[in-house]
């Protein structure tokens, strides 16, 4: 049985930097399709406090599901997060925050991608660098660390929605032409994110063929494998 999802791997709510509640940004999710949508707010470190920005997230993955029960809706909302790594943004998807926290408490330089990336690897996590190779700023992976870390990262993006709202068109174009180019030599998974803060920047997206139905009742472990086995990523991008 194959079907064709839409999944959006990035977003952020109020609960971190985004301007909008996780039912707004639900409800946006459902209205534009998304199967598969990721609250992905921010893991700061080393700027913040780490704990606490964990237990935000765990939080409001938790009214999400709820939220998701009390409303009957086929969408489902994958455990994420956005971490700043040593230096670099990274979206972990799938991730027991549980297991997560005491990962980080306890492993020296558990921020590290070289630790990072072999433990959310072990533990059945997507790792997907997040904006990589942006001229400069941005925590965004240049190619010699995408190169690096290739065998262990589930993907990057080759769309970006905060990117796409920022940079004029020309050079959103050349980017994501480059990454595309890069991401495709690396043989990485080619992921689109909305990387929304607001609700009307939810819609971009990656559609994908998986092998297999996805409801209310698929075990999570299987919604990941199907998204790690999937085929034909499509970028879906809304009309400016
Ligand atoms: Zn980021
Ligand atoms: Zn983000």
């Given at each position: 049985m194959k079907e064709r999802i839409r999944i959006d791997t990035h977003a952020h709510t109020e609960a971190s930097d985004g301007k909008h509640s996780l039912q707004s940004m639900i409800e946006k999710a459902i209205k534009e399709k998304f199967t598969v949508f990721s609250i992905t707010n921010h893991l700061w470190y080393p700027n913040g406090n780490w704990e606490t920005?964990?237990?935000?997230?765990?939080?409001?993955?938790?009214?999400?599901?709820?939220?998701?029960?009390?409303?009957?809706?086929?969408?489902?909302?994958?455990?994420?997060?956005?971490?700043?790594?040593?230096?670099?943004?990274?979206?972990?998807?799938?991730?027991?925050?549980?297991?997560?926290?005491?990962?980080?408490?306890?492993?020296?330089?558990?921020f590290d991608l070289k630790n990072i990336l072999p433990w959310a690897h072990d533990n059945g996590v997507l790792s997907i660098a997040a904006h990589p190779l942006a001229i400069r700023g941005f925590h965004s992976m240049s190619l010699k660390k995408l190169e690096e870390h290739a065998e262990l990262l589930t993907g990057a993006e080759i769309h970006n929605g905060e990117f796409h709202r920022r940079m004029p068109h020309k050079l959103y174009e050349l980017w994501h032409y480059e990454a595309k180019k890069q991401i495709g030599k690396l043989d990485l998974i080619p992921f689109t994110g909305s990387d929304a803060h607001r609700m009307k920047d939810i819609g971009m997206g990656t559609e994908v063929t998986v092998s297999g139905l996805i409801d209310e009742n698929t075990p999570l472990i299987d919604i990941l494998s199907f998204i790690r086995k999937g085929k034909n990523f499509i970028p879906i991008i809304p009309k400016k």
């Open positions: 920005d964990l237990e935000r997230i765990q939080e409001e993955f938790c009214h999400a599901e709820r939220f998701i029960k009390e409303h009957a809706t086929e969408i489902r909302v994958v455990p994420g997060a956005e971490i700043t790594t040593s230096k670099w943004h990274l979206v972990l998807l799938g991730t027991d925050f549980d297991q997560l926290s005491r990962y980080l408490s306890h492993k020296e330089n558990s």
